[in-house]
């Protein structure tokens, strides 16, 4: 899937999503809170749903004017707070459930999860998260959504993180990712 690029323009992101981008900014949380009002997202609030197209134009803008640093770091604050199942306990099953995560934080008019957990099916049309154990201690994640590669790396970084501080992530193929016109980017992510 094309970065910036929304194949259903009726796709929407949370608010939670929206405030972890502005927390990521910092120092410069105010350009971007003027960035997502160019784009039609007022004051984003929690478990109210806004475009998605407006988001990812909000994200290419920024790394235009600031770079894929404050992308990461943007990308890094969305699992800081994030609530997992009880039964999420180590970085595997973390790592294992992303997609799952991904797809509940995004919805269709608003309506509903892209993620129904009654039935465990996905709606398609904004890419995955696909998990593969290596061995032990080292995992890929395939990444196939709009959301540019540094978010993504600095989100996986911090998921991992969260259940193993020995833990790191790298692009295994920078040259064919998707900031350089690839359909995907593969993650490895190593721990101890």
Excluded: C
């Excluded at 970065?3 to 120092?27: H, P, R, W």
């Excluded at 970084?157 to 259940?163: G, N, S």
């Amino acid at each position: 899937m094309a970065v910036y690029k929304v194949k259903n323009q009726n796709i929407q992101t949370s608010g939670d999503g929206l405030q972890a981008f502005i927390e990521g900014l910092g120092s410069q949380r105010e350009m971007g809170i003027e960035i997502l009002s160019k784009y039609g997202i007022h004051n984003p609030q929690s478990g109210q749903w806004y475009s998605l197209e407006g988001y990812l134009k909000a994200l290419e803008e920024l790394e235009k004017i600031i770079g894929g640093t404050a992308l990461y770091s943007v990308g890094e604050k969305i699992p800081k707070n994030a609530i997992f199942p009880p039964e999420v306990d180590s970085i595997e099953k973390a790592l294992s459930t992303l997609n799952i995560g991904f797809h509940m934080n995004h919805s269709l008019d608003g309506k509903s999860m892209m993620f129904n957990p009654a039935n465990g099916t996905f709606e398609g049309g904004i890419g995955n998260y696909i998990y593969k154990q290596i061995k032990e201690g080292e995992a890929e994640i395939t990444v196939d959504n709009a959301y540019p590669t540094s978010f993504d790396e600095g989100l996986i970084f911090a998921v991992a993180q969260r259940f193993n501080t020995a833990s790191f992530v790298s692009l295994v193929d920078d040259q064919s990712s998707r900031s350089k016109g690839g359909e995907k980017d593969v993650y490895r992510i190593q721990w101890f």
